[in-house]
């Protein structure tokens, strides 16, 4: 029965309610979850997925329990992982490369078994969790991403713009990263996130984040926040340019740490 009840709650979500239609077509982001995928979804969630996320896709499946990092709850339609605005629904794409690629560092494992279809399908079961995906003012186009500057990757030009990053990392970032970006900050420890659980600031030295392996997903991040955590986004409060001076001291500290991991002291 409760099955039946989720199943007419997706299902209900392609019905137009009245001046439904004007927002939808004001918001072009506006994707109505495909309800044909739902049962497939179904079965490919309740297979690999309900252990941790749980029947009901809170995040309290049986092997929630001992995690550090828990499991997303699908129930409040807040998701970190985005490529879209602070407050928004990620799109289609990013639940497929959550669920195709894992989250580094987290029990969020890699799902390459899946085929593209059933990626897909579960990704559309997700959404019949929350309201949020049937509403288009939650709905947001991706936040365009500029190109790497060339700058990142040249040693001479890079140590003063990494010097003038510190200086915005110690004032806006430090507090919950700490000043070598090593996550561990004057307020981490008690760091929260919506649902009460500890939210670990990342050690950003490290070359594999949740977020992604790249630099450029660390400006994604700074515009778009964690939903549900305390690590808001910043794309008002820095200019581009900003944004790419604490990628550079980012970047600086990443290479000290490689440096030395690969050239340890040897004195005792």
Known sequence: MKGRCIALLFLSAATALPGESETEAANPAFTPPDR???????????????VCHGVRGDGQGEMAAP?????????????????TPWGKLPTTDDLLHTVHDGRSGTAMGRFTHLTDLETRAVAEYVK?????????????????IPPEPAWLREPVALAPRAAEGRKLFIAHCAVCHGENADGKGAAAVGLKDERGDPAIPADLRKPHLRSGSELRDIYRVLMTGLNGTPMASFAEQLTTEQKWDVIAYIEALRRTEEARSNHPDPSP
Request: some cysteine; glycine content about 4%; aromatic content about 20%.
């Open 67 to 83: 995690m550090t990092i828990k499991p997303r709850s699908f129930r409040t339609g807040d998701f970190k992982y985005r490529s």
């Open 128 to 144: 019949s969790f929350s309201r949020k995906w049937r509403k288009p003012e939650y709905y947001a186009m991706p936040i365009e």
């Open 36 to 50: 044909s995928l739902f049962e497939e979804g179904r079965y490919i969630y309740e297979r690999n997925c309900v």
